[in-house]
């Protein structure tokens, strides 16, 4: 699977970017964050790495479907039904997003072989 540049959650259709700073990975530039959808502009960032360092496919996966799942509470308001608070959506979506991630990806659903561009023989593996 290639790294998606956008993806449609009930109808709306999020961009997705991918950042080399933490700092810039929050819209307002305030916090050093993994990962951060914003409903507002409709677009999801999530940081890749930094300088010659970049983050596993699965970790960014995970920031990923973890924004996705952030995405689909809103969508479908389960904050407000569901949910106590934001402290309890911040947990229950890292766990969800952890679990589907690896259950995704060790049953062979998606592929990260080739997430940044590179094919996995190019890589050394």
């Not at 050093?32 to 300088?51: A, D, K, P, S």
């Amino acid at each position: 699977m290639k790294k998606p540049n956008e993806i449609n959650i009930g109808g709306v259709v999020y961009k997705i970017t991918y950042t080399k700073d933490r700092v810039k990975t929050d819209l307002d530039k305030r916090s050093q964050l993994w990962g951060q959808i914003c409903y507002h502009t409709r677009t999801i960032r999530v940081f890749e790495g930094e300088n010659d360092h970049t983050r596993q496919p699965i970790d960014q996966f995970h920031v990923l479907l973890h924004e996705v799942i952030h995405g689909i509470i809103r969508q479908h308001e389960f904050l407000e039904h569901c949910i106590k608070d934001r402290d309890s959506e911040e947990v229950i979506v890292d766990q969800i997003a952890s679990v589907l991630s690896d259950t995704l990806v060790r049953n062979g659903w998606f592929n990260l072989d080739d997430w940044d561009g590179t094919p996995k023989k190019a890589r050394g593996k």
